[in-house]
């Protein structure tokens, strides 16, 4: 694996829903009697998931356990304003084999508001390698569905879009509070790779995960199913296990590559206002 793909592939696991954080590339058939609902946030689920203390870090290791990096997640209150969150990501080759060769330090930010915590402002910092550095910024008209995008210093790029939509980051927190039942799907619209995707989400199962960082816990597998690359040149499948709880915690992600798969295994996590893990959270810090 290129050292650069390898520590692309670690902003990834964000969406992907990269979705840094995911899925399976490729589309989707359905029979045309087949049709699949939007996914909706379940409002019982706002106000742990969306307290604004919620924080999260996950290890990122490559096939065989080998550390890719580190990857810090945050959803917090943007200062000054009423019910606005931030979804704060950043991905770094800390303590890894890579990070004297090819350091990564990414930060993303996206703000959303509305029941439907859907994004109306999306930046991101790169710095890659000694030599790559990067600044985008993306806006979100969600009333006249245009999204305007900028790099650097180039001129912004308009791109029209039917709405709602999502973007990578803010598609992964929503869709963790939507409706899972065994067997179905439902869909999040969400903007990538320039262009607007209805990402069908499909749960698989529930499952017990034994060795966690919360402990034994019972979880829903989940998995987008994706039609675009998002933050990396991803081939195959990408499995979410979210805690089958109220907290709805992702404590493990996996994604296929071309070559090998990536893992990102939660190492803590803290939210006060998830009473069922606050002692642990508590004991980890």
């Known amino acids: 694996m290129k050292l650069?793909?390898?520590?692309?592939?670690?902003?990834?696991?964000?969406?992907?829903?990269?979705?840094?954080?995911?899925?399976s590339a490729g589309e989707t058939a359905h029979t045309p009697k087949e049709i699949i609902?939007?996914?909706?946030?379940?409002?019982?689920?706002?106000?742990i998931a969306y307290s604004g203390s919620e924080k999260f870090r996950y290890?990122?290791?490559?096939?065989?356990?080998?550390?890719l990096g580190e990857l810090e997640l945050e959803i917090r209150r943007v200062p000054g304003?009423?019910?606005e969150f931030e979804l704060?990501?950043?991905?770094?080759?800390?303590?890894s084999v890579f990070n004297s060769i090819y350091p990564v330090r990414d930060v993303h930010l996206t703000r959303v508001r509305g029941e439907d915590r859907l994004p109306y402002f999306y930046e991101v910092w790169q710095k890659e390698g000694y030599n790559y550095?990067?600044?985008?910024?993306?806006?979100?008209?969600?009333?006249?569905?245009v999204v305007s995008y900028q790099r650097n210093e180039e001129d912004p790029r308009e791109f029209k879009v039917a709405i709602p939509t999502h973007n990578e980051f803010s598609s992964f927190f929503s869709s963790r509070l939507m409706s899972f039942e065994e067997g179905e799907s439902f869909i999040v619209p969400t903007f990538a790779d320039k262009k607007r995707m209805e990402v069908?989400?499909?749960?698989?199962?529930?499952?017990?995960?034994?060795?966690?960082?919360?402990?034994?816990v019972?979880?829903?597998?989940?998995?987008?199913?994706?039609?675009?690359?998002?933050?990396?040149?991803?081939?195959?499948?990408?499995?979410?296990?979210?805690?089958d709880d109220e907290c709805r915690v992702p404590v493990k992600i996996t994604s296929k590559l071309a070559l090998g798969s990536i893992t990102s295994t939660l190492m803590s996590y803290d939210n006060p206002a998830c009473s069922r893990y606050t002692q642990i959270a508590q004991l980890k810090k």
């Not at 499909?202 to 034994?210: E, V």
Request: aromatic share 10%; glycine share 8%.
């Open 81 to 83: 304003a009423d019910e």
């Open 200 to 216: 069908e989400v499909k749960t698989i199962s529930k499952d017990r995960l034994r060795n966690t960082a919360l402990g034994a």
């Open 37 to 47: 609902p939007y996914g909706k946030i379940d409002p019982s689920l706002l106000p």
């Open 218 to 243: 019972d979880t829903i597998r989940v998995t987008p199913i994706l039609k675009f690359r998002g933050l990396y040149d991803k081939r195959g499948d990408t499995v979410i296990w979210y805690t």
């Open 133 to 145: 550095e990067a600044y985008k910024k993306t806006v979100y008209d969600q009333q006249d569905g």
């Open 88 to 95: 704060y990501a950043l991905v770094t080759t800390k303590d």
């Open 59 to 67: 290890k990122i290791a490559y096939t065989g356990g080998v550390k």
């Open 4 to 23: 650069r793909t390898a520590a692309i592939t670690c902003a990834t696991t964000v969406s992907i829903f990269s979705w840094a954080l995911l899925g």
